[in-house]
């Protein structure tokens, strides 16, 4: 992950200005894109450490496309902005690469045996590709096995299964929280004075959540930054407000919270109501739309920025070239970064799906 962390950063920073500049066009109408990202050849499974290349990915034209291809995403919620980022993504490359498109969602982390069901239910509907975020790292893997000796395409997107796939498109939450604690860990070496910290990182058992933790836990092991508790808890800013109030009351002296997006909006709220808003500094895994003006203010002090939307255009356009027989990246991470108070106006709107968009869970 050392070695994946200063790829990562040595091509973000070195072309952030352009990383922001080319991450339009995002609509329909555009006949290709391009991305930095950093690429690998296809790990048998997620949990085979990353380490990649800088490439610049090149979507498909449109009119390279030779069929209307039909592709399913199972999804394990639809309830917050990040996932509504991936859900446009998804929606708008699918029509830009004229596919047709049926979304599933199964209503939240813990119902594994729904998302099992639907995953059947793609291969019952037709599909020639399925993009999963899947809710078990483990569980899928013979349903997976059997939908691609059948001839469908499966893209193990943003999670991470532990087992094979055609395709990855797996953001190294690793490399997130080692980014926050890096930070954090040069702010405060050893012998510069304690500094205590709660992690939120989501929801307890999920692959993302759990590699916020352990990237972020590594990066500050032997400076004077002490992780008071991890706090594990649902995605959503409601899950979060009681469990962020009950940190507030448990620990009165603390110094920082890091956590999702939804848990950093839900401590604003909290030191809003409490008058205390900049005596504990608040960094996210994740960026919200919510978050940017108390970026610029200061109220919060970083936040990853992770280019969501372009997840998922990733992965539809990956689904449709292995369909095509026109892969040449199978093993992709799009480039992510941290940002501040002093980058926040160079994060574009396509980080967000617009404020207007409505959730959209079939495309014909």
Not at 327 to 356: E, K, M, R
Request: glycine share 10%.
């Amino acid at each position: 992950m050392n070695v994946l962390n200063r790829a990562l950063r040595k091509h973000v920073f070195a072309l952030a200005a352009s990383t922001f500049a080319i991450a339009v066009p995002m609509t329909a109408q555009a006949e290709s894109w391009s991305f930095p990202v950093l690429s690998m050849d296809l790990r048998d499974s997620a949990a085979t450490p990353f380490v990649g290349k800088p490439i610049d990915y090149v979507g498909l034209e449109a009119s390279e496309v030779t069929k209307k291809w039909n592709i399913c995403f199972l999804v394990p919620h639809t309830t917050n902005d990040i996932i509504r980022a991936y859900l446009y993504g998804t929606v708008e490359e699918t029509k830009r690469l004229g596919a047709s498109l049926t979304v599933l969602d199964a209503g939240g982390y813990g119902n594994l045996d729904k998302q099992l069901s639907q995953f059947d239910d793609c291969v019952t509907l037709g599909a020639n590709a399925i993009l999963i975020m899947a809710v078990s790292p483990d569980a899928f893997n013979q349903k997976i096995a059997e939908a691609r000796a059948s001839g469908i395409k499966v893209i193990d997107l943003n999670i991470g299964i532990n087992g094979p796939a055609d395709g990855r498109v797996v953001v190294t939450y690793k490399a997130v929280g080692d980014i926050i604690g890096k930070t954090l860990a040069a702010a405060h070496p050893a012998g510069s004075g304690p500094q205590t910290a709660v992690v939120m990182p989501g929801p307890a058992g999920v692959a993302w959540s759990e590699d916020t933790g352990i990237g972020f836990n590594a990066a500050v092991e032997g400076s004077d930054v002490k992780v008071e508790k991890t706090v594990y808890g649902g995605s959503g800013r409601l899950e979060q407000q009681p469990l962020v109030e009950d940190v507030l009351t448990t620990y009165p002296d603390l110094n920082y919270i890091v956590g999702m997006g939804t848990s950093i909006e839900a401590a604003l709220a909290s030191l809003r109501e409490q008058g205390r808003v900049g005596e504990i500094k608040l960094y996210g895994s994740f960026m919200t739309p919510d978050l940017t003006e108390p970026l610029k203010k200061g109220d919060v002090s970083g936040v990853v920025v992770e280019n969501s939307i372009i997840v998922n255009r990733l992965a539809v356009d990956m689904a449709v070239r292995l369909l095509e027989g026109k892969a040449t990246v199978t093993d992709a991470v799009p480039s992510v970064t941290l940002v501040d108070g002093s980058n926040v106006d160079s994060i574009p709107a396509a980080n967000f799906a617009p404020a207007d968009w409505e959730a959209v869970m079939k495309v014909d």
